[in-house]
């Protein structure tokens, strides 16, 4: 999943991006509305936090203007103001969540996760793909009986396909989505990580939930 | 009110009504009465006259229920109750008055004396008659103008109150409608205002007054709301910034010096949070101090000379100097602590500004008695587009809150407001890279140069980046 961080507070920002990368997520930063209304167009990003007071451009015009042009991405507004008409004004023009600072780091990611299952039209915290469970909140995965440890990428990438069950994901969407601006990282680190994910989902079982789709890119389901 | 304007109006009407009442009943039963009067005496000397001709035994009564009796000047009854019309005989009346019978009717009875007028046989005949005749017509009449002045009255009265009644109500509903609605008007609602048009010319200017107060209130309530808003915002902020940076850091094992910059970020934040609350808790003391702070005389060379001492450690570390001077026994008299809040958020925000190796040099100087404080720097200045605005509360030019500078955007409004609660006026001029000039004037300043004194302007320089290095 990754995330668009617009925030112009140097030291908060900065614990944001940290701690979201720490979650497994990939993060891109804008300290300015202009430059983060262009990231939110060139990039669907999965969720973005928004700031209201941003320099250049306030958060409020971005907002505005990225679901005039269609950008989907779901927006978390983050900001001081928590006066009732700023944020029926936030949520109006199209933010799905309002969060008032000082927030609970926990209560963030919370409805990051929840504004993510909602844009996927995922009513549970679990996806169930045959046998296979992925718990989003508690970022554990169960192959039947046996409990199955990924690391943070590769339970990113499971998650992901596990957000468009049956659906083909090319390498590049994935890699879009995995990867922010900082990572210097080809697109080959996919196929590596999916070895790992067949290694560790579907090794041991005969039911193989991974499929590769030669020239279009993978897809989690149970019927092949 | 509308019952005072009742009661009011009802006693005037039933006053006037009785008075001219009372004058109408005495004049007409006073009419009456000489009416009455002149009845009965003609009845009389018709008896007198038929005295004369001697007919008077033979007479029978003409009128039912009168009586007479007639007396010759010896005293002897010549008649008793029992008729041509001529009149030869003068009557003075003795008596008149009105008499009850044992039936319990009332007659009017008069006593007449004739001095004996010339008869035909030219004998003079003195005669006494007290004729009587019954006073019920003249009763009746009075009696029912009594009742129809009274009932009238009454009715006349009642009628008058109600219409008073009415009109004063009709007449103060707008008054009404303007309490209700200034009744309905609170702090949330201070952009309702008192329509004039339905209150009587007379109420108009109230209306006015009133609607004047309140877009005045609406105006300070809103700067306030704003000044609030913006200060949660302002506090907010490094405290969402610190609460992040220890929840991320604490959610996973880290290492020591991850720690610590978590630590040094942390601080940071909760520096520029200490720096906004006591800008914040000055601005509310400065308010409070409004009220209840009395002006003394402040003696200038002291004050500067005090903040001076007080912002030297902050020069230092930004490596900039300052200088100061001041007329020599400069005095103002003022509220000190504003004042001096004055002299040192222009002082320090110069600093806190400014570069390494320049100067703040801060002077003070009477003209006319006003007190001038210039506080001027060459350092970056402040572009035009940013120059009108740095006054206002949290305004920064750096259009980003960055923590690391420490600045709240609080100092120079806080000048602002203590310069205006003073009753004077400042003026900025800066150019960009070449400095800024603040000139703050007010009034009350009077220098007392002491005879002793040698040297008219003393100068200071406090060579902060000097003294450091």
New interface residues.
Partial sequence: MRILVAE?????S???V??LR?EGYAVDLS?DGQEALHMARSHPYDCILLDI?L??LDGLTVLRTIRVEQVRSPVICLT????LKDRIDGLDLGADDYL???????ELLARIRAVIRRSKDQLSTSIRVGDLEIDTTTKTVRRGERTVHLAAKEFALLAYLGHHVGKVVSRSELWGHLYDDLDEVGSNVIDVYIANLRKKIDHENAAKLIHTRRGQGYVLTDKP | MTRRIVAVILLSVWTTLIVGGVAAYVAVRSVMLDELDAAIAQRAATLAVLNDAGGLAAHRQDYPGDRYLVLDDRGQTVARMPVTTETGHRFSIVSNVFTTLGDGSRVRTLTLDTAGASTESGQPRGLRVVYSAPAHSFDRTLARLAWTLLLGGAATGLVAALSARLVARRALKPLNDATRAIGGINVDTLDRRLDATPLPPELRPVATTLNGMLSALAEAVAQRRQFIADASHELRTPLAAIIMALEVSLSRPRSESDQRQTLQRCLANATSLRRLVEHLLDRVRSDHMAATEPAAAVRVDDLLDDVVTQVTSLAEQRGVWIERSCEAGLHVTTQPHRLRSIVLNLVSNAIDHNLPNRWVHVAAQCLDSDFILTVSDNGPGIAVEHQARVFEPFYRVSPSRESSDGHVGLGLFLVQSNVTALGGRYVLESEEGKGTVIRVFLPGCVSWVHPSDPSPISTVRHDGAMASS
């Fill in positions: 112009d507070h140097v030291d908060l900065r614990s944001l940290e701690g720490e300290r007071m320099p250049t001081a103001r928590d006066a008032v600072k000082p927030f609970a780091w926990a």
